[in-house]
């Protein structure tokens, strides 16, 4: 059982791994077990069985999506490369399994930066479908690159406004931030990571208040590591739980136990986009590893 630190704490509990996308990712690569419950959105489990193509990968609400994902439609996007055939094209792993089998590398934010400056300095390279991630790699590879434009729902929904009353509201409190956030959100962060990266971070800060802007998931794992430590949720723009990510919310542990005992609902995907989608994976886990 693989589950994302987005998911509801009880789950979290539970599973046998727990991690952000480059790391689901290279555990799906390496497990030896027959099925896989991924407890995530629908693209990570679609990486799980791209991954393992004669595993059985269920997820347990099919309609457990991603907004960033969504915002990449497939014909839309295969047109925007066509205008641009000299371009390599870097994908955020939140994308779907078409986008992925149309790329040249998947990334996630915790290697999109090692990545990029991987590439020959004179290749153009189109960066989607995350335009604050690839903002975020342009800042720190000073790349130019041609970005997709496309959001995560979640991360574009911080207030800067609220962010700064709650700063001044606790003025010794460290802001850590994912870069999927909006660049307003970003000039006012500490510290900028990818989930594990925001987590393994305040585990080595001598700070002991952090006001954490990513999906509030991951305050779990970080209360759960360091109790003593206090961990205030970024407010979204409104008076809404936009924080929480509404299809990761999708799972809960009675789908997860009928998931298990029925063996479904299956992910399951064409052979010819399984097979294409597979080189750009597996060419991340092994620039990763450089």
Known sequence: MLAHYYQEPDIQDIADYIGDSLGLAQQAATTDAQVIVFAG???????????????????????????????CPPEAFAAFKAQHPEHVVVSYINCTAEIKAMSDIICTSSNAVKLVNQIPAGQPIIFAPDRNLGRYVMQQTGRELLLWDGSCIVHETFSERKLVELKVANPTAEIIAHPECEPAVLQHADFIGSTTALLKHSQSSPKEAFIVVTEAGIIHQMEKAMPQKRFIPAPPLNQCACNECPHMRLNTLEKLYWAMRRRSPEITLPPHIQQAALKPIQKMLDMSKI
């Not at 990570?44 to 069985?49: D, G, H, I, V």
Request: proline fraction near 6%.
């Open 41 to 71: 959105v629908h693209f990570m489990a679609e990486t799980a069985k791209i991954l393992n193509p004669d595993k059985l990968v269920l997820l347990p609400d099919l309609a457990a999506g991603c907004s960033l994902a969504d915002s």
